[in-house]
């Protein structure tokens, strides 16, 4: 299936499609927090503020979208400037099947070009069994080379139950005294 798969930076004119796949995560599951579903113009304004600082990737197969994958601010604070945030959202049907891995492996790649040294991810945790969120995320971090590195006790609230959050990391570049800022984004458009 990957031979066929080309990712590719995110525009604002991919938002409707995107927000395809990303809908009945918000609608049907607890891997995303949010209750509603945005708008379609919502989501553009986010993928635009994205692609201001990070890396926001589109994985497709015939101009159809298989999934998304882009790095958020860690924290706003300049001394967090090396570590961001990171999110990965594959169409439903297509799961276990390397879009994920492909949009990662891309999305490190560009990261470490730009001289982020740290992603770190914010993944929802079952407390049992539980339909609405599975073990998954956890075990794909693991698999992609994240670790654990600490998991907060039901501080989310989704379709009346409480969920974990667990923060997984991995580190991507060598941390010195005189780290060298980080490269904008717009350098290296050529890479995706």
Known sequence: MEED???RFADERDAEALLAIYAPYVRDTA?????????????SRRI????????????????GPLGYAYAG???????????????VYVRQDLRRRGVGRML???LERLLDAQGILNMEACIACP??????LSADSIAYHEHMG???????SQCGHKFGRWYDMAWMEKVIGEHVADQPAVHPIGEFRNLA
């Open 48 to 63: 635009g503020t994205t692609l201001g600082r990070y890396p926001f990737l589109v994985a497709e197969r015939g101009g």
């Open 104 to 106: 990662y492996d891309s």
């Open 146 to 152: 994240f670790r654990l590195v600490g998991r907060f």
């Open 31 to 43: 891997v995303s927090f949010e209750y509603e579903v945005p708008s379609a113009e919502e989501f």
């Open 73 to 87: 601010p860690f924290k706003d604070r300049p001394a967090y400037d090396w570590a961001v945030e990171t999110s």
């Open 127 to 132: 407390n049992g069994p539980d339909a609405r």
């Open 5 to 7: 798969i080309t990712v």
